[in-house]
């Protein structure tokens, strides 16, 4: 009797598309709940993007933390991303887990998340910033653009528009970089699109 497939879930996070957004930053998908420690995107605890923002933009890798409560301030965060104009979504709008754990390597993309839908809904976005390889794997095919190396980008035209598709390291605790390597990659990035 063949192993049953592992449940297939839905995205729990409507994307967060703040008005006159000019990044759009795409991970792969959320971890499980159990692992959250707010309702937004990267809220695991252990996930370095908070902490890389906090770096680049207050000198302090701890600035969107409430250390007291274990959990990230969601709401200094959304405020931060709807000032700096950063939309968040994931590539994944339905996955299979084929293992358990957040890991891009056993998430088996089942539902792509419809792209060109979203930028058609921030028309000032110039920029993907895709948080890993599988991310940046479904937006090179979505728009048949090259995959950038790691820190480096491609560019692709889409409604007119010519974008820029980002390739960052991932912000997961598991891939191999310290967190001070990340957020130069990130502090690069930040500086070309003159953000920071």
């Known amino acids: 009797m063949p192993t049953p497939l592992p449940p297939i879930e839905k995205h729990p996070l409507e994307p967060f598309l703040p008005a006159g957004a000019r ?3 795409l991970g ?11 309702e937004f995107f990267y809220p695991n605890r252990i996930n370095d993007m908070w902490r890389i923002m906090g770096l680049l933009f207050f000198g302090a890798k701890d ?8 959990r990230f301030d969601k709401e200094r965060i959304v405020d931060f ?7 968040l979504y994931d590539t994944a709008s339905e996955v299979r887990r084929l293992k358990d754990n957040a890991s891009d390597a056993f998430l088996e993309v089942v ?19 895709a948080t890993g390889e599988k991310a940046a794997e479904v937006v090179s095919q ?22 820029r598709l980002w390739r960052m390291p991932s912000s997961s ?14 502090r690069r990035m930040f500086l070309f699109e003159g953000i920071l």
């Not at 979505?142 to 409604?159: H, Q």
């Open 111 to 129: 539902t792509p998340t419809d792209l060109r839908a979203l930028l058609q809904q921030i028309p000032h976005c110039r920029a993907i910033v």
């Open 63 to 70: 600035h969107f933390e409430c250390p007291a409560e274990k």
């Open 28 to 38: 792969s998908f959320p971890p499980k709940r159990e692992r959250w420690s707010m």
């Open 173 to 186: 605790r598991a891939y191999p970089l310290p967190l001070d390597r990340k957020a130069d990659h990130y």
């Open 23 to 25: 990044l759009l930053m």
């Open 81 to 87: 991303c709807t000032h700096l104009g950063l939309a």
């Open 142 to 163: 979505c728009f048949g653009c090259s995959k950038p190396a790691v820190g480096a980008s491609a560019e692709f035209t889409f409604a007119g528009r010519t974008l």
